[in-house]
């Protein structure tokens, strides 16, 4: 399967300016210091000139529509609500899911793929202030309105702001690797990408490490993964009752706790599959899977591969540098 290699965000009146910059910094900067690829990237407008933004001030656009024809991943940021979707936006939306480009839609943005007829049929989400509206305007649509971001069949749709550094994570995860999407959040200073199924809201988004919350518990199931762990023995770690556990651990993660400790086994496994010749059943050992047969199901669940297909799409690339 080709990767991706060029780059477009669509700007017309209304562009919310903080969910471009997300795709800005997602896919525009040069990290070839860090051995990741440089990827040929654009924004463009329906016609070259100035867009006005969602907050007042214009943006100088120099690339019309044209230059999305060439786009690999196509990505409409959020746009202010009641803005009218250029048509020209929306035929070019077609155009690059017909020859098999990504789309992928920032918050709001998902109306415009919803407009084009992308979410007919297709699992999708949005803000969660806009879930309702949008299951109403495209009810062929099936939006799943507490989600972080959802992938169906090359349309990629996200929810609020930070969702789109999530789901621009994910991608880079499903295309270059597990190691390249690390290496991209820590150049961001942001958490290795959250699973698309965690919760919108949440109580404590980002747990404060100290004795009151789940910050030294998570810590630690992350360095012993390979350790049969059960909610019952983390609660005791953790001072509360199993029912008190498992209620704060989904206002902190917004998963439980078997889904958030899969999904770190699963991660781990990349990595091993990615940086070690070991063996399939060694590394289904060595992250507290037990067995090749339980990695191969969670691997096939979240990422569609078997690990022998996940080692050979992924250890074909030069590792990344560090640094």
């Not at 009810?139 to 929810?159: C, G, I, K, M």
Request: hydrophobic share 45%; charged share 25%.
């Amino acid at each position: 399967m080709a990767r991706i290699r060029n780059v477009v965000a669509l700007a017309y009146d209304g562009v919310a300016p903080f969910e471009l910059g997300v795709v800005c910094e997602s896919w525009g900067i040069d990290r070839s210091d860090m051995g990741l690829p440089v990827f040929d990237f654009a924004v463009c407008a329906p016609e070259p000139g100035l867009v006005r933004t969602s907050v007042g001030f214009d943006l100088s656009v120099h690339h019309g529509l044209d230059r999305a024809a060439e786009a690999d991943l196509l990505v409409v940021p959020a746009v202010k609500r009641g803005e009218e979707t250029p048509p020209g936006v929306l035929q070019t939306l077609r155009d690059a899911h017909d020859r098999g480009a990504w789309v992928m839609s920032v918050c709001s943005g998902a109306f415009a793929l919803g407009e084009a007829g992308l979410l007919d049929g297709r699992r999708c989400t949005t803000h969660w202030m806009h879930t309702d509206e949008l299951a109403r305007r495209f009810p062929l649509a099936h939006v799943e309105p507490e989600v972080l971001y959802v992938d169906d069949d090359r349309v990629l749709t996200s929810a609020g702001t930070a969702a789109g550094l999530d789901a621009s994570l994910y991608l880079w995860r499903a295309e270059f690797g597990a190691a390249a999407a690390s290496l991209v959040a820590r150049r961001m200073v942001v958490p290795p990408q959250r699973e698309g199924g965690q919760a919108q809201f949440i109580a404590r988004p980002v747990p404060e490490c100290d004795v009151e919350t789940l910050g030294p518990v998570l810590t630690w199931i992350v360095e012993h993964l390979e350790e049969e762990m059960s909610v019952e023995q983390l609660a005791a770690r953790s001072a509360m009752s199993p029912r008190t556990f498992a209620r704060r651990f989904r206002a902190e993660t917004g998963t439980t706790p078997h889904a958030w400790i899969t999904a770190q086994r699963v991660h781990r496994a990349e990595q091993l599959l990615e940086e070690t010749d070991r063996t399939v059943d060694r590394i289904a050992s060595d992250v507290g899977f037990g067995n090749a047969a339980t990695l191969r199901h969670h691997l096939a669940r979240i990422r569609g591969l078997s690990p022998q297909q996940y080692r050979h799409r992924f250890r074909r690339a030069p590792a990344p540098a560090a640094g």
